[in-house]
């Protein structure tokens, strides 16, 4: 989230491992969609993440989209309905009970469930699901919480093995730089000195 904040000053945490970033303002900025979509895309590769992406006018739209593996953009809402007819139910994180119900119908994919009569969907399955459905088509509010910075930055990271290899070494500071440009373009800010502290067995600090 702190690195995200160098693309949009809008971002939301989706447990367990996701990120919500409105970039309707940044699109402009970055010169396109397409502009925007690399930069990010070049930034996550830089850093070593594997990242698969979903773009909506919705927030639950985009992330269903995300875990379906749908990364074709959808630019409108009229054409939410068929952008995700095809995702499977397993994705709308529905309880086990509620996706055995649906197998059971017959029932597989969004569009299969869009098709069936809203009474009896919230009758049979409470409503959960219809909840999903509406935020993700854009027709109930699905407000977020939005991430905010923290007031200082510090960060630790923990190499996998020990190591005295610089290259090995910088590759850590690039990705802890990553995380405080996002920190600083949050606040607006920049740092007048930097502090890293390299940890050894048994032995005190380099600073």
């Known amino acids: 989230a702190a690195w995200a904040n160098r693309y949009t000053s809008s971002i939301s945490v989706q447990p367990p491992r996701g990120l919500l970033l409105e970039i309707g303002g940044s699109v402009r900025l970055f010169g396109g969609l397409g502009p925007l979509l690399q930069a990010i895309s070049d930034d996550l590769h830089r850093l070593g993440h594997v990242a698969i992406r979903g773009i909506a ?3 639950m739209a985009a992330w269903l989209l995300a875990r379906a593996g749908h990364s074709q953009p959808v630019s409108a809402e009229q054409h939410l309905a068929s952008a995700l007819a095809n995702v499977a139910v397993h994705c709308l994180d529905l309880p086990q009970r509620t996706l055995d119900d649906l197998h059971a119908l017959g029932v597989r994919t969004f569009g299969e469930c869009a098709r069936l009569p809203r009474d009896g969907l919230t009758r049979r399955f409470g409503p959960g699901l219809l909840n999903v459905m509406d935020r993700a088509l854009g027709t109930r509010a ?3 919480r ?17 190591s005295a290899d610089r290259t090995v070494l910088m590759r850590a500071v690039e990705l802890l730089l990553a995380q405080l440009v996002g920190f600083l373009n949050a606040h607006d800010g920049g740092a007048a000195a930097l502090e890293l502290q390299l940890a050894h067995e048994g032995v005190a600090a380099t600073r």
């Not at 939005?146 to 020990?162: K, Q």
Request: glycine share 0%; hydrophobic share 40%.
């Open 142 to 144: 699905d407000p977020r």
């Open 57 to 59: 006018p919705t927030s």
């Open 146 to 162: 939005r991430w905010v910075a923290p007031a200082h930055f510090e960060r630790r990271l923990e190499l996998a093995f020990e």
